[in-house]
């Protein structure tokens, strides 16, 4: 399979700035991204943050802007800048928005989610935390290992209060600048919930990765499937229940069939209610 060549990438680039807003100028060499500090990016940069994706396909394409749009935030940040900005950020293995290998910091044991960084207040919402691919930072000459530490420091901390604001239901929701799939990759926090269950593990179902529920046995089956299937590419957390110990977070196997064992449950009587005709 040959890599793909500069008319193919200029493609992809035009799709890019065209879908989603990105303004360049495409040249010889790559791509100009305008603005007050122009940046210029080579077709072997674009090939680098394809990361094998097919050219024409939409995880391609998220690819390439999440690239561009990270070589521009850099160019116009300080490092130091930068540097108080970073965030831990955990990604499902696999996961669209996944720049790579080289952008992981830590694998949580289990191999279901991916730690690196992201950077919150850096885009269109401030509240958001981007995730900008390990190439983009060295192409502007960053190397952010040092600040690995104290995002870690941070993580820990908001796991700490997650664990503290589970006493009243067993819903998982953002705290800090950390989402549901990063707090997962605390370790104060995987210890809170699995001394909590009494048997030193327990199941969770994270479909997006801003929210997560804890008490399967009330939750149906099939929940974890189709809210994972009804939520976008960029939203969307993990397609099956999670085993999560004091050390790993584990996907459950794949396989069964959730939705025929839901469809073959008898409704529960209700005699309270009158029955309706639908006309």
């Given amino acids: 399979m040959h890599p793909p060549d500069a008319l193919a990438l200029r493609r992809l680039a035009l799709t890019v700035s065209v879908l989603d807003d990105v303004d360049m100028v495409p040249f010889d060499e790559g791509v100009t991204l305008t603005g007050d500090a122009p940046v210029a990016v080579s077709w072997r940069e674009l090939r680098r ?29 300080h490092g130091d800048e930068l540097r108080e900005l970073a965030r831990p950020a955990g990604l499902p293995v696999g996961h669209p928005l996944h720049p790579g290998l080289d952008w992981v910091r830590h694998r ?18 401030p509240d958001e935390v981007v995730i900008i691919p390990q190439g983009a930072l060295e ?21 700490a209060v997650a664990a503290h604001r589970l006493t009243d239901q067993p819903i998982l929701r953002p705290i800090g600048d950390c989402d549901v799939v990063t707090l997962l990759a605390s370790r104060t926090l995987r210890v809170a919930l699995c001394a909590a269950d009494g048997t030193g593990m327990r199941a969770a179902a ?69 029955p309706a005709i639908f006309r």
């Fill in 49 to 77: 943050a394809l990361a094998g994706a097919p050219l024409e396909s939409d995880l391609a394409r998220m690819r390439v802007h999440a690239y561009l749009t990270g070589r521009r935030i850099v160019a116009e940040r």
């Fill in 139 to 159: 192409a502007a000459g960053l190397d952010p290992s040092p600040w690995w530490p104290v995002a870690r420091d941070y993580l820990e901390r908001m796991g």
């Fill in 206 to 274: 994270v479909p997006m990765r801003r929210r997560g529920w804890l008490d399967l046995s009330r939750i149906d089956p099939a929940f974890t499937v189709a809210a994972a299937a009804a939520t976008s590419d960029a939203d969307r957390g993990f397609s099956r229940p999670l085993l999560l110990t004091a050390d790993e977070v584990t996907l459950a196997q794949q396989g069964g069939r959730p939705a025929q064992i839901v469809l073959r449950d008898q409704a529960v009587p209700m005699p309270g209610l009158r």
């Fill in 108 to 125: 949580v044991l289990g191999g279901a989610i991916d730690l690196g960084f992201g950077f919150v207040g850096v885009g269109a919402d």
